[in-house]
């Protein structure tokens, strides 16, 4: 096969042949991509998308943006080492420079940071060795519906079961609490009573002598839960998980792999609340679209010592390069504002098609990290109030999107919930587009179900 030859169908089949069964996202957009600019990407047979998954929220300015073309191009003809392991620079320090400058000042003028392997799941792991080590405790508690990565001890932390079924000796001491997921309370509550029991509940554990958990090593949590459907987390909720774990010396992780960097419409997810955690998880749009993550941290947790963490791509002069141009362009641009206002326009238009399509059962969000939750209106609710989930009409939607030229993403609870992360540098008339489709294929999908 040559270049001149490709196709979507050959260069597909090649994939399918070669490459792993644990391949999966095109399974759900069988495409080759070709071209990608901005928010479009282009197929190998000339036909061109909105992207709405952007590398997983990877691409904050879109594909191939100015900037950061012209941050990359700079390295190369700076001659600058494009690896370094932890070797500083003045790239590196650029780097930690402008992150640490969109750090609220409580953390950031006690921050330290650790530079980790280019995966947000190997900067998870830094963090629970992190806290352990600073700690001498073991346990760590995290969340339902919670996604950390796919790595042993990530896997262990995660909510998903299924990678789960078949690997064993998961990382132990690990206790799984209560989100505040208001479509589906765990509670039968919902609401503002919701996120109340779900601290109540936390803090009880803590403080009774027979939960038979130890006091841990950390909490752990997503602002707004990605993999697990777009789920964002009650505000007041937050601060009191700040509360409970600050008045019990527990350090708080914030993962902020997805939402960080200006995608829900602040910096950082957990701005919203206005609180301050111990420890911040970062990577995908980190790297402007390059391979990097960091986890920074109060330097009183600094208390491992030299090649406790370590990895040989943690030196990625690059993607820091790439990433320092990044953060400054959301930053000029403010659009964190703007993603905030894209965000709130495009949930409008999807809970206006809500209102007259009763298989949606819920559209939420925070910023431009939405999910419109598909079910079965026809079967009972379930005590929380909510109907059973529908997965197929999910995946019909999506492969009747992909056909009207929008790349969006299935994810959340059961795989029923339409995921959507443009890039911020959205447009209000390519969200109208977006929300355009959107109704269009899911109308066609519940027609086509009723049909079958």
């Known amino acids: 096969m040559t270049i001149d030859t490709a196709t979507n169908q050959s260069l597909l089949q090649s994939q399918s042949k070669r490459e792993s069964n644990a391949r999966s996202y095109p399974r759900r957009i069988p495409i080759a991509i070709d071209k990608a600019r901005g928010i479009h990407v282009t197929d190998m047979d000339g036909r061109s998308y909105i992207d709405c998954l952007a590398g997983a929220g990877t691409l904050a300015l879109g594909h191939n943006h100015p900037v950061v073309i012209e941050a990359m191009k700079k390295v190369l003809d700076d001659e600058s080492p494009l690896h370094t392991l932890d070797i500083t620079t003045e790239v590196k320090e650029k ?14 003028s006690r921050a330290k940071i650790q530079f980790c392997g280019p995966t947000g799941g190997d900067a998870i792991e830094a963090a629970l060795k992190l806290v352990k080590t600073a700690t001498g405790r073991r346990g760590i508690i995290t969340f339902h519906g919670g996604y950390h990565g796919s790595t042993h001890g990530t896997m262990s932390i995660s909510g998903t079961i299924g990678p789960k079924e078949k690997v064993n000796s998961l990382m132990p001491d690990t206790y799984f609490m209560p989100y505040p997921y208001e479509y589906r309370c765990p509670f039968g509550l919902g609401g503002k009573q919701s996120h109340q029991v779900s601290s109540q509940y936390l803090e009880n554990m803590l403080d009774d002598p027979e939960s038979g958990i130890l006091p841990p090593a950390a909490v752990i949590l997503e602002v707004v839960q990605g993999e697990g459907g777009s789920v964002p987390a009650d505000l007041e ?30 910096f950082f997810a957990f701005e919203h609340a206005s609180i301050v955690p111990d420890v911040i998880v970062s990577s995908k749009a980190i790297g402007g679209s390059l391979p990097l993550s960091v986890v920074i941290y109060d330097k009183e947790f600094d208390q491992w010592g030299p090649g406790a963490h370590i990895g040989t791509f943690r030196g990625n002069q690059m993607a820091m390069a790439a990433g320092t141009a990044t953060m400054k362009y959301i930053k000029e641009h403010r659009l964190t504002e703007h993603a905030a206002e894209m965000g709130t326009r495009l949930m409008d238009a999807l809970s206006h098609v809500k209102s007259s399509i009763p298989e949606i059962g819920d559209v939420r969000g925070r910023g431009l990290m939405i999910g419109v939750e598909m ?78």
Not at 95 to 108: C, D, I, R, T, Y
């Open 237 to 266: 909720w937050l601060k009191e998980i700040r509360r409970i774990t600050k008045e019990r010396g527990i350090p708080l992780i914030i993962d902020e792999i997805q939402t960080g960097i200006g995608r829900t419409g602040e």
């Open 375 to 452: 079910v079965k209106p026809e079967l009972k609710q379930a005590n929380n109030g909510s109907h059973p989930a529908n997965p197929e009409l999910a995946s019909t939607i999506q492969a009747e999107c992909l056909k009207r030229g929008l790349i969006v993403e299935v994810g959340g609870r059961y795989g029923a919930v339409i995921r959507i992360l443009p890039p911020l540098i959205i447009t209000k008339e390519e969200v109208d587009i977006v929300a355009g489709i959107l109704e269009d294929s899911i109308q066609q999908a519940v027609k086509m179900e009723e049909g079958s």
């Open 95 to 108: 780097f930690v420079s402008e992150l640490f400058s969109n750090v609220p000042e409580p953390l950031a």
